[in-house]
Nanobody
Framework: QVHVVESGGGLVQAGSSLTLSCAASGRTFSNYVMGWFRQAPEKEREFLGAISGSGGRTYYANFVKGRITISRDNVKNMVYLQMSSLKPEDTAHYYC?????????????????WGQGTQVTVSS
């Protein structure tokens, strides 16, 4: 089982960069694919990207490819979401999630453990 807690959100200006962190508990953290999602008010949850257990492979949604980078530190049990060129439409609640399926997946149903999320607000 994995418990995850996101941090690093806040109010930023358009065009800026921001890095979100996700701290995970559990001795077998490296066994989990970690994903990042977001949800804006009155919108469906969106998959942003995922990283393999070893950190050697990543998978990004096309609409954010080039603007985000996901990385992980299996010693510290941390996952990071680096975002650049932020836009007001990036305003959302951002979630970190863990999947034991062993594959990089964009399906939220494949992620069994979710954090409470962190709010990112981008001002114009």
């Amino acid at each position: 089982q994995v418990h995850v807690v996101e941090s690093g959100g806040g109010l930023v200006q358009a065009g800026s960069s921001l890095t979100l962190s996700c701290a995970a508990s559990g001795r077998t953290f490296s066994n989990y694919v970690m994903g990042w999602f977001r949800q804006a008010p009155e919108k469906e949850r969106e998959f942003l990207g995922a990283i393999s257990g070893s950190g050697g492979r990543t998978y990004y949604a096309n609409f954010v490819k080039g603007r985000i980078t996901i990385s992980r530190d299996n010693v510290k049990n941390m996952v990071y979401l680096q975002m650049s060129s932020l836009k007001p439409e990036d305003t959302a609640h951002y979630y970190c999630a863990a999947s034991s399926r062993g594959v990089l997946t964009s399906n939220g149903n494949d992620y069994y453990y979710w954090g409470q999320g962190t709010q990112v607000t981008v001002s114009s």
